[in-house]
Each structure stands twice: as structure tokens, then as C-alpha cells.
């Protein structure tokens, strides 16, 4: 069974910093773009980041550049996404996805496999 496991999210206070970890299970996603979406209540999923498949290329939605980092770990069939400089508009369920394609896509409709998600909540 193919499997998507996100950890790393919990609350943190407005300027703090949280890593978030995907594990895939099941298969390799080392040929695969990744990228990392995130819901808020009420809103629909967005994509935050994505990373082609050498890890070499990456995009980042205009609200988290300069402050999320997505990077990987083909050998340990792992995805991460470092933030920093949180927000309060950064709070959503964030969710780690495979997209059949090597190179990086953008849209929701690209990826097929999903994580469950892991809530960050900033706050003070």
C-alpha cells in the first residue's frame, strides 16, 4: 500500500519556525515531483511549494517565498518543507503529494497521491 505520511506541524507562535517531514511508503517517488499543498478552514487546498524530481529545481506560491523551503532526500524517499518566519495566514492543514510527472506542476488536479495532512497552527 502506497502511502504519504506528513509529521512536523503543531502551533507556533507568529515569527517561529516549524519543519515539516513526508515519508513515503510502499514505493519510490525518487522520479516523481513532490510538492506540498495546504487548506485553510474554509478555503480551497493551495499549493505552497513543489520540487522536480532531482531536486535541483523548486517553486514556491508568492505568500511563503523567502520563508519555506522545500527540499528532499531520494535515499530516504523524503520530502520536507522547512518555514520559517510564520504567520498567522500560514495556519492550514498541510498536505505532501506525488505527481506522476518528473517535473514540477502546480495544479491539485496533477497529483495522485496525498498525504492525510498535519495541522500548523501560528498563534500567539
Known amino acids: 500500500q502506497v502511502q504519504l505520511v506528513e509529521s512536523g506541524g503543531g502551533l507556533v507562535q507568529p515569527g517561529g519556525s516549524l519543519r515539516l517531514s513526508c515519508a513515503a511508503a510502499g514505493r519510490t517517488f525518487s522520479m516523481n515531483a513532490m510538492g506540498w499543498f495546504r487548506q485553510a478552514p474554509g478555503e480551497e487546498r493551495e499549493i505552497v511549494a513543489a520540487i522536480r524530481y532531482t531536486g535541483a529545481i523548486s517553486y514556491y506560491a508568492d505568500s511563503v517565498k523567502g520563508r519555506f523551503t522545500i527540499s528532499r532526500d531520494n535515499a530516504k524517499n523524503s520530502v520536507y518543507l522547512q518555514m520559517k518566519d510564520l504567520k498567522p495566514e500560514d495556519t492550514a492543514v498541510y498536505y505532501c503529494?506525488?505527481?506522476?510527472?518528473?517535473?514540477?506542476?502546480?495544479?491539485?488536479?496533477?497529483?495522485?497521491?496525498w498525504g492525510q495532512g498535519t495541522q500548523v497552527t501560528v498563534s500567539s
Open positions: 503529494a506525488a505527481a506522476p510527472s518528473r517535473y514540477i506542476t502546480t495544479r491539485l488536479s496533477d497529483y495522485n497521491y
